[in-house]
């Protein structure tokens, strides 16, 4: 019984350790400013613009683009995407733009990419990116091929429908305002001269914190990732507070919240040396300030109470939607790879092989995780040693091929279509990953 409990205290440790370790990185710089801009978007562009784009009066070469990018202004998630793709699809959209959004949906989210980049590196991230759209756009055109003589009957019974003729108009300032978001994301994110140069350092130890660097040292953190889990926590009351009724208007804790969490992506740009107490201040901390500024003024004169609270209340759906199951990912990822060995893995994916890649495939299939969720699992491969052309086969399929969407898509689809989509995205994942893997090690 005793080393049932030890055994059982080392996963928990391993699990814990893994957690701490993802709170204090500096992933934040990723997550936080992509959950805001998913609450933009989704708060700010009407789904009438991507819409609009879709319906079968639409060329393929306005329709096809527009479903490919619909999914990154919608900033949906695996299991949000199928309910989208049985709406759209049934009122009148051509089977091969509604695919292509199915399929690009969940994988070009913004959370996924700019998470995949910090955690895993910039090249899979890329890869995800671009080679989800264009495996969007080719799936699409090829399952509205297969099935073209079943499509020319629908669309001549869907051409009444007026769901697709709806206009929508945004204001300028809302490009603007996703403009400085996105330079706010890019500026914590890019690893540049530009933003990493210290310019000054500023020497935090002093005798009263010796105790707590060594307790922080045998945790792994360093003082500023532990100033971040607090403010995490600090955030997490605050938005619960002030974010639940926003739409009854601000108030006070919904302020501090707001205050909050601009002051975390502030902490979390400057350098620390693990254990050093030494902040260097870079080129990445004056960014974020003064885009965090330009932000506010645009805010202040061109967007109106309603606005802001819509803004906010989506992003806090989308934090309780997302974020307490990426925790538990985090969790559980420590978790596996101390229980999995690692010979499994670099046996069967450790080489850039075509098994290796459907390998990867077929994890995604049967280790289904929620968006972002996927990514610590992903990183815990590759700590474990898989290779990176069936890791970048596994982020593929994963969002598309799961035991649940294949089994909603066929009470949607039809077995024959199901069938048919399954098959090309195992195929195209499969040799994508190959293809990935081959480039990384001619170039890599």
Request: aromatic share 12%.
């Amino acid at each position: 019984m005793g080393d049932i409990m030890i055994y059982a205290g080392n996963l928990f440790a391993a699990g814990w350790l893994s957690l701490l370790d993802y709170l204090a990185a500096h992933v934040l710089l990723c997550l936080v400013p992509a959950f805001i801009i998913a609450g933009f978007m989704s708060a700010m562009i009407p789904k009438e613009i991507i819409t609009r784009y879709l319906g079968p009066k639409a060329s393929k070469w306005i329709s096809y683009p527009a479903a490919a990018l619909g999914g990154f202004i919608l900033a949906v998630c695996s299991c949000t995407i199928l309910p989208l793709f049985a709406g759209i699809w049934k009122r009148g959209a051509g089977l091969g733009p509604a695919v292509t959004f199915l399929f690009v949906g969940p994988a070009i989210n913004i959370l996924a990419i700019t998470y995949t980049a910090a955690a895993i590196g910039h090249d899979i991230a890329l890869a995800r990116l671009g080679l989800s759209i264009l495996f969007g756009i080719l799936i699409g055109l090829l399952m509205a091929w297969f099935f073209r003589k079943d499509e020319a009957v629908r669309m001549e019974e869907m051409k009444q429908s007026t769901m697709f003729d709806k206009k929508a108009t945004v204001k300028p300032a809302v490009w603007a305002l996703f403009l400085l978001l996105i330079a706010m994301l890019l500026a914590g994110t890019l690893k540049v001269s530009l933003f990493t140069g210290v310019f000054y350092s500023l020497d935090l130890s002093t005798s009263g914190l010796a105790n707590l660097a060594g307790m922080l040292n045998g945790l792994g953190l360093s003082f500023q990732g532990f100033v971040l889990i607090l403010m995490l926590v600090v955030i997490g009351f605050f938005s619960w507070k002030g974010f639940e009724n926003i739409h009854e208007g601000f108030n006070g804790w919904s302020i501090a919240a707001v205050l909050t969490i601009a002051l975390t992506i502030l902490v979390a740009a400057p350098e620390e040396l693990l254990g050093s107490f030494v902040i260097g201040l870079n080129g990445r901390l004056l960014a974020e300030l003064l885009l965090i500024i330009a932000a506010g003024v645009v805010i202040k004169r061109s967007f109106v109470i309603e606005e802001l609270t819509n803004w906010i209340w989506e992003t806090w759906k989308f934090i309780k939607q997302i974020f307490p199951l990426l925790i538990i990912g985090v969790f559980a990822a420590g978790i596996v790879k101390e229980l999995i060995p690692a010979t499994w893995v670099q046996t069967l994916a450790g080489s850039n092989t075509l098994f290796a890649n459907f390998i990867g495939v077929t994890f995604g299939v049967f280790m289904y995780f929620p968006t972002l969720v996927e990514v610590p699992i992903a990183k815990m491969f590759l700590e474990l040693g898989m290779a990176r052309g069936p890791l970048l086969a596994y982020l593929l399929a994963d969002p598309e091929l799961s035991i649940q969407s294949i089994l909603v898509l066929n009470g949607v689809m039809g077995k024959k279509k199901t069938g048919v989509y399954v098959a090309l995205v195992a195929v195209m994942s499969t040799l994508a990953g190959y293809l990935f893997g081959v480039l990384i090690g001619l170039f890599g």
